[in-house]
């Protein structure tokens, strides 16, 4: 395989994210999913304890929720919700950092419609409401796990090509 991670590497800790940001539960969310991303690809072991070959630390630096698009009589659209987080993934033998990163993930969403009938494609996958099996639910809390979920898997997919 490509790539050059470090042979060392066996394991990784991943302590809760740090949330700068007012949004609630955010980083409790994003941490168990990138835990569970790394889990489902069984690349790095998941352990608790922090003398690990390897960590990855997280911070939430902003979210951000605001009108993305406007209708013909200027009214709101569409909201977008956005947040950026800092990754580091740390190699704790060598004190190096394998990546260091600053991911961005985002959702939109109409606060006046479901997204299974909204006419946005929220998880912006080119399939669109009733044909996504995806797009169900609150609108704005679809847009935050969207958000999250990519991040996620955008940080997973780093980590996979460093191997
Ligand atoms: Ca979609
Ligand atoms: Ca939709």
Redesign the pocket.
């Given at each position: 395989m490509a790539g050059s991670i470090p042979a060392n590497i066996n394991n990784v800790y991943i302590p809760l994210i740090q949330n700068d940001t007012v949004e609630f539960e955010i980083a409790e969310n994003l941490t168990s999913k990138i835990t569970q991303e790394i889990a489902i690809q069984n690349i790095l072991k998941i352990t608790n304890n922090e003398k690990s070959d390897s960590s990855i630390l997280g911070v939430i630096s902003s979210a951000n929720d605001g009108p993305f698009s406007f209708d013909s009589n200027e009214q709101v659209d569409e909201y977008r919700f956005s947040i950026n987080v800092q990754i580091v993934w740390v190699d704790n033998q060598n004190e190096k950092n394998l990546i260091e990163k600053t991911f961005t993930g985002f959702g939109n969403y109409s606060i006046n419609n479901d997204?299974?009938?909204?006419?946005?494609?929220?998880d912006n996958d080119g399939i669109?409401?009733e044909n996504?099996d995806d797009?169900f639910g609150d609108s704005r809390e679809l847009a935050i796990n969207i958000a999250i979920n990519k991040i996620a898997s955008d940080i997973v997919n780093s980590i996979l090509s460093t191997w």
């Open positions: 997204p299974s009938s909204d006419g946005i494609d929220n669109l409401d996504d797009e």
